[in-house]
């Protein structure tokens, strides 16, 4: 008999689940090594906890090109599922792909291109947000 593996619901996103039991702590961890493996410019990572329900996580970063855009998109893609076992919940983006988002429900990652990201300015929007650079090579610890 094969059973279906548990899903996990978002604590700022209940209708919408995973299907890995990870902590989002670790699904960002991941995104973040696939972002940095990729030379992703510009990382932030924001705590949306008080700021908003739609995601406990954004992470932000950009390429300098459309193929880097992707590139980036795909890697962390690739990584969420070989180490996480985890696909996101919606996509957006891949076509034109100067914004491209992966929604993983309660983690959510944008990848631009410098002039998107200069022209929707997530950062500003979501100023309730407890933003932190992340440096090329350096890990970020999460809190739970």
């Not at 090109?65 to 996101?88: F, Y």
């Not at 957006?92 to 022209?119: A, M, S």
């Amino acid at each position: 008999m094969v059973t279906e593996p548990p899903l996990v619901t978002s604590s700022a996103t209940p209708n919408k689940q995973r299907l890995s039991p990870i902590p989002v702590q670790i699904l960002a961890q991941e995104a973040l090594t696939a972002i940095q493996e990729k030379k992703a410019s510009d990382v932030v990572i924001m705590d949306m906890h008080k700021a908003s329900g739609i995601a406990d996580y954004f992470i932000l970063c950009s390429g300098t090109s459309d193929i880097q855009v992707k590139a980036i998109a795909e890697a962390v893609e690739k990584r969420l599922k070989s180490e996480c076992q985890e696909i996101p919940w919606h996509i957006e983006g891949t076509e034109h792909r100067q914004w491209v988002l992966l929604d993983y429900v309660d983690l959510v990652v944008h990848i631009f291109t410098p002039e998107r990201r200069e022209f929707y300015d997530l950062e500003r929007l979501w100023s309730d947000a407890s933003i932190e650079k992340v440096d090329v090579g350096t890990a970020v610890l999460l809190q739970s």
